[in-house]
């Protein structure tokens, strides 16, 4: 079963708007990390936050973690054509040695 | 680096018939893993490896066969090829296992492949 879910499933805004993305999970985890994937691509890595963290920033994007809610959300700050992709979180499992990824949020930014 | 490759990118199979997908790294990465990547279904683990010589069952791993002969290759078969394994298949490699430190996956480009 999937440890991760995102919501919403699809989010649609204009290019300088602020996206803000869900994950709930059901388990105590070590670490929840977020990837992106462009259409057709891989996923690539954006960003990691520990269990002890409540929020982290890089760049335009800044994660936070309630441990107590199981939920961690992703914002993306003035958002640009180019962040048009599918976001992931990806949990670390207290106990398991791999990632359990959720189902995606497909984020469109039109110009 | 070239990261995380695979081979082939594309592959057209006829139900029945087997093929190898192949990833290979250059991080010199401890654990792989493979995925397969259906609308709607988000990431599932197919198998994994935490070495070279081993290798580990994950979410859906019945159908497929997986091998780590040498660190930087990581093979996964299909002995007999079923419509439903119609998907897009992703390798990943990290450097040491989680839990003890904060390595992220890499991901290759992935196999798109459809069995008819």
């Known amino acids: 079963s999937q440890q991760g879910e995102e919501d919403p499933q699809a989010l649609s805004i204009q290019e300088g708007e602020n996206a803000t993305m869900n994950c709930s999970y059901k388990t105590s985890i070590n670490n929840l990390q977020w990837y992106r994937q462009n259409s057709g691509r891989g996923l690539v890595h954006l960003i990691l936050i520990r269990s002890n963290e409540r929020e982290k920033h890089s760049g335009r994007l800044r994660v936070t973690l309630d441990t107590s809610k199981k939920s961690s959300s992703l914002l993306i700050t003035a958002s640009r054509a180019a962040d048009t992709a599918s976001y992931f979180c990806?949990?670390?499992?207290?106990?398991?040695?791999?990632?359990?990824f959720g189902k995606g949020t497909m984020l469109l930014v039109s110009p | 680096n070239a990261g995380v490759t695979q081979t082939p990118k594309f592959r057209v199979l006829k139900t029945g018939q087997s093929m190898t997908l192949l990833c290979a790294q250059d991080?010199?990465?401890?654990?792989m893993y493979w995925y397969r990547q259906d609308p709607g279904m988000g990431l599932r683990l197919i198998h994994y490896?935490?070495?070279?010589?081993?290798?580990a069952k994950g979410e859906v791993p019945d159908g497929y066969n997986v091998s780590r002969l040498k660190k930087q290759n990581f093979l996964l078969g299909l002995e007999s090829a079923a419509p439903s394994q119609t998907s897009v298949y992703f390798c990943?490699?990290?450097?040491?296992?989680f839990g003890s430190g904060s390595d992220e996956q890499y991901f290759g480009p992935g196999t798109r492949l459809t069995v008819t």
């Open positions: 490896s935490v070495g070279e010589g081993t290798t």
């Open positions: 991080m010199n990465h401890e654990y």
């Open positions: 990943a490699s990290r450097r040491q296992g």
């Open positions: 990806a949990t670390d499992r207290v106990g398991y040695s791999t990632l359990t």
